[in-house]
């Protein structure tokens, strides 16, 4: 199948797009997870360059989160407003857009200017994960809206500010939109030589508090139940009973204190990575009879914190059609297209597990992401415009899903 001549002039139209000056401009600006007056001004930057699309944008408050203090209280931690935007509600076809303003340089990072490498790259915070992206998107529906194709698609846009730290504010608001939708694009970036992320596993992030009992540690220890050491082993347990379809990484334990006094207080961070479904319902039961006999054996007590947060998403039948959709635009635009799995997570996680179809690597081609060395291939940000176009003109037209 060829390219229509709508398609190749939507294609010519977002490839035209000034996405460059837009990436420039907004890697400029720090937008860390925790920045919240950087965000803030990320969100103001995205939505004048949003409002120009017909429909209803409004920069969305947070939803409650919190986390757990190295005290072993809840702390509520603050988001960025989220940008969403609502085009056609009416339309017969309908899909949700997203991508996230945030990124994970903090605002006292070193990491904050961009510089041109040798080979043509645009090394910058954020420059692939994600703003390259965000820029390429905007770019695809300013040529959807110029085609005559238009009416009939319909979508929303969904822009979070806290996607690096799980999402946990922007969960609900991800999943009304994903509502009703046939299909999903997500704009996280695709590997240097454009092959996209196929299935993917799922994510879980716990704060286990161990509480024990101080004593001094030379007069009487007996008196003490030491928490550090209980942590210590509930660490080890869960290490030892990963597998091939679960990995488990205690990541740290907090507490302690003088050396002479037995630690009343510790926390174990632990992340786990299943592969499946079952994996995290197996991983449950793991915590909690892990947790008792630990509790048992050390007499301390342990609060679970936490969640699974990020399913695991294979590729069901429908996420198989939108792939071929995608493959098949990318033929046709001379761009060719492969995926394979990887074990890193996204929104594309949360938006599979409402049972919309998405692939989740439509932004920019790059590498090296969350380090000093992240870069953006600039010649990619035309290419994935187009092909994000075309592909958006496909659903539009009824390709089958």
């Not at 860390?32 to 408050?61: I, K, Q, V, W």
């Not at 994970?104 to 043509?120: E, I, K, L």
């Not at 698609?153 to 969904?158: D, Q, S, T």
Request: charged share 20%.
């Amino acid at each position: 199948m060829a390219l229509t001549s709508t398609e190749a002039a939507a294609a010519e139209h977002a490839s035209a797009a000034p996405m460059l000056a837009q990436v420039q401009e907004w890697v400029a600006v720090n937008s860390g997870t925790g920045n919240l007056a950087g965000l803030a001004a990320m969100a103001e930057l995205l939505a004048d360059s949003f409002s120009p699309l017909p429909g209803d944008l409004h920069l969305r408050d947070p939803a409650p989160a919190s986390q757990v203090r190295a005290d072993g209280g809840l702390a509520e931690v603050t988001h960025g407003r989220h940008l969403h935007l609502k085009v056609r509600p009416e339309a017969p076809v309908q899909v949700l857009l997203t991508g996230h303003m945030d990124t994970v340089y903090p605002a006292d990072h070193f990491f904050q200017a961009a510089r041109w490498r040798s080979d043509g790259a645009l090394n910058a915070p954020g420059a692939a994960d994600m703003k390259g992206g965000l820029a390429l998107m905007r770019a695809a529906l300013g040529a959807v809206e110029a085609s005559p194709l238009a009416t009939r698609i319909g979508y929303e846009v969904v822009l979070n500010s806290d996607e690096e730290t799980g999402s946990f504010s922007s969960a609900a608001l991800l999943a009304e939109a994903a509502r009703g939708k046939a299909a999903a694009l997500t704009y996280e970036p695709a590997l240097a030589d454009g092959t996209l992320a196929g299935a993917r596993g799922g994510t879980g992030n716990f704060s286990l508090v161990v509480r024990g009992r101080s004593a001094h540690a030379g007069r009487n220890p007996e008196d003490g139940r030491n928490a550090i050491v209980a942590a210590a082993a509930l660490a080890v347990r869960l290490a030892e009973a990963g597998g091939p379809d679960l990995s488990v990484n205690p990541a740290r334990i907090e507490g302690g204190g003088p050396n002479n006094v037995v630690p009343d207080l510790a926390v174990l961070r632990v992340n786990f990575r299943p592969r499946s479904a079952a994996a995290i319902a197996r991983a449950d039961a793991l915590i909690d009879a892990l947790l008792n006999d630990v509790a048992s054996t050390y007499e301390v007590k342990v609060e679970r914190h936490g969640s699974f947060n990020r399913p695991p998403k294979p590729i069901d039948p429908g996420a198989g059609r939108l792939f071929e959709t995608v493959r098949a635009a990318g033929a046709d635009l001379g761009i060719p297209i492969a995926w394979k799995d990887t074990g890193g997570v996204c929104d594309g996680n949360n938006i599979a597990a409402c049972g919309v179809p998405v692939v989740d690597t439509m932004g920019a081609r790059g590498g090296a992401i969350h380090s000093v060395d992240e870069f953006l291939i600039v010649e990619s940000l035309p290419e994935r415009a187009a092909l994000s176009a075309v592909t958006l003109l496909r659903l539009a037209a009824g390709a089958a899903l």
